[in-house]
């Protein structure tokens, strides 16, 4: 396994946490509360075939916090870094979401192709904002 120096380690959290954070267009079937599609102007014109940036983990700023929601947060967490297994760049993407009383995290694990492993952790994801 190859080390990794500070500088690629922190290059690679940069990535995935502008991967996860940045707001990603919605689909066409996407249930949305306030009919704003959102997304990177970017990828109006990708220089390749449906590239897009970011994710949608934006879309669950107004749910409850269920198990479904923490699935769902999984799922769109993989979708954000599939780029990087798709472009070789990354041997797997492990996207782990654990639901808190009033918050969710989010830990990810991102296995390099030449051995080193970065860890992620994103907490308070997702949460609940009391009114006053």
Request: aromatic content about 8%.
């Amino acid at each position: 396994m190859t080390l990794l120096d500070a500088e690629s380690e922190r290059a690679w959290q940069r990535a995935v946490v502008i991967s996860l954070l940045t707001w990603r267009r919605a689909e066409a079937g996407d249930l949305l509360d306030d009919g704003q599609r959102y997304g990177w102007w970017g990828d109006t014109f990708p220089t390749l075939a449906n590239d897009r940036i970011g994710s949608r983990l934006w879309q669950l700023r107004r749910r409850t916090l269920t198990d479904d929601t923490v699935r769902t947060a999984e799922a769109f967490a993989r979708e954000a870094l599939q780029w990087a297994v798709d472009d070789d760049r990354v041997s797997a993407v492990t996207v782990t979401a654990s639901r808190k009383v009033d918050r969710l995290d989010m830990q990810v694990r991102v296995g390099l192709r030449d051995g080193p492993v970065i860890d992620v952790q994103l907490d308070n994801l997702w949460q609940v904002i009391n009114a006053v």
